[in-house]
């Protein structure tokens, strides 16, 4: 009997025995085969559902495999719609009344998990790329590595001061600028089918990308520039930016940057960077005020303004514009976008009753942008704060708050 017929029998309840009795389905008994499927699924869903599939019995848990010790080598185990959530009462990640432990928030889900993680005691939080923390070392400002906040894995890259040596800054002021800038890069990452982690920097201050992968000695950056590139973001493996063509007045181009290949080597075992791809054309008059991308249900899209008056908001496709197709999105369902430093899109359909409101795109007002009851960057709301205040503070990067990437000051 096939693994799918016999869950088939099971669940039916049949009567195998003859005897009247119904025979329940004795779950722990699933064939082996069955179980590892059933885990893809649940995992193609949220991690934090696997586990808990794992854990319902030692058949289970033995059947599919651990994330622990593989939370960053495997892709499938990235926590990709997990965000950390500022604690606010200034309490920043790291910060000793916290212990150790951080909340996060699922983007889609509304659910809420708290992690241990001790290095963040001395390390800065820079980035987050597919739910995986990039850290740099407090101390030095220097040492950089990937975090699995849920498996507490680690990737270890080289030092950005090795980055740092290769630009030549010529004066103390400029390799401090350039210190800043090298903070506030956005990342992406890739894992080879024979576990090699690159980790792809955007340096959009600098016109330039830089890779390594995790057990290298040094950052590789991009031998060319593209001046410049704007608010670059990762999405699926790749980053992703906007230019406002010098060549052109009124368009706009929107570059792919690709991972480094490893065929496309000088034949001594070392990878280069593919050189950026332009994907789209727009024109301006129909991107008044480019704001930010963002990720919505597995697909990239781009938000501007309609005019100059900053009235209303427009939201298009990326693959429309790629396809030239320059129609904006008329309804992105039970979504709301929050735009800042970093932009996200967070379903409120398992929010209500957190302190958060369920609001049509189209209806989104540039003040409901800064915030719901205030400007939370500027003058921070009355106390109660709400869950969407929280989700505000953590589209704010900032590095003057004990150098965390999140404003905690609420």
């Known amino acids: 009997m096939s693994p799918c017929s016999k869950l088939r029998r099971l669940t039916r309840g049949d009567d195998d025995a003859g005897d009247g009795k119904t025979m329940f389905p004795d779950w722990a008994s699933l064939h082996q085969d069955l179980v590892e499927l059933i885990g893809c699924r649940v995992l193609a869903g949220d991690l934090h559902d696997y586990v808990r599939f794992r854990a319902v019995c030692s058949h289970w ?16 185990f990235h926590p990709r719609r997990w965000m950390m959530l500022p604690e606010g009462h200034g309490l920043y990640p790291g910060h000793p009344d916290l212990r150790g432990f951080v909340r996060f928030f699922n983007l889609d889900t509304g659910a809420f998990a ?23 070392h407090r101390n030095d400002e220097t040492a950089i590595r990937l975090l699995h906040p ?13 980055l740092l040596q290769q630009m030549e800054p010529s004066n103390y002021y400029e390799q401090t600028n350039m210190r800043r800038m090298l903070m506030r890069a956005r990342a992406s990452v890739t894992v080879t089918s024979s576990g090699a982690i690159t980790l792809v920097l955007a340096l959009d201050h600098l016109h330039r990308v830089a ?65 950026p791809v332009k994907i789209a054309e727009c024109p301006m008059d129909k991107l008044c005020f480019v704001l930010h991308f963002v990720e919505w249900c ?14 209303k908001l427009l939201v298009y496709r990326v693959a429309d514009l790629v ?19 970093r932009s996200l899109c967070i379903s409120l359909s398992h929010n209500k009753g957190k302190g958060s409101r369920t609001r049509s795109f189209a209806s989104m007002s540039p003040n409901s942008i800064i915030s719901s009851d205030g400007d939370v960057y500027r003058r921070p709301p009355p106390i109660p704060h709400t869950l969407i205040h929280h989700i505000f503070t953590s589209c704010k990067y900032d590095f003057e708050n004990k150098g965390s990437m999140y404003c905690c000051t609420i």
């Open 61 to 76: 848990s033995a059947s599919t495999a651990r994330p622990r010790g593989r939370g960053v080598l495997d892709p499938r």
């Open 114 to 136: 708290r992690a241990h993680l001790p290095l963040l005691a001395d390390h800065v939080v820079l980035d987050t790329v597919d739910g995986l923390l990039l850290l740099l």
């Open 150 to 162: 849920f498996t507490g894995d680690v990737a270890e890259f080289p030092p950005l001061a090795s």
């Open 211 to 275: 890779y390594a992968t995790a057990g290298d000695q040094r950052w590789t950056p991009s031998a060319w520039k593209l001046k410049p590139f704007l608010k670059p973001v990762s999405f699926q493996g790749k980053l992703y930016a906007y230019q406002l063509s010098p060549f052109e007045i009124g368009k706009l181009y929107i570059y792919q940057f690709d991972p480094p290949c490893p065929d496309s080597g000088d034949g001594q075992g070392q990878s280069r960077l593919p050189l």
């Open 298 to 311: 597995s697909e990239l899209l781009l938000v501007s303004y309609n005019d100059v008056s900053f009235s």
């Open 323 to 341: 396809s030239g197709k320059i129609e904006p999105v008329t309804d992105i369902g039970d979504h709301t976008v929050f735009i800042g430093d």
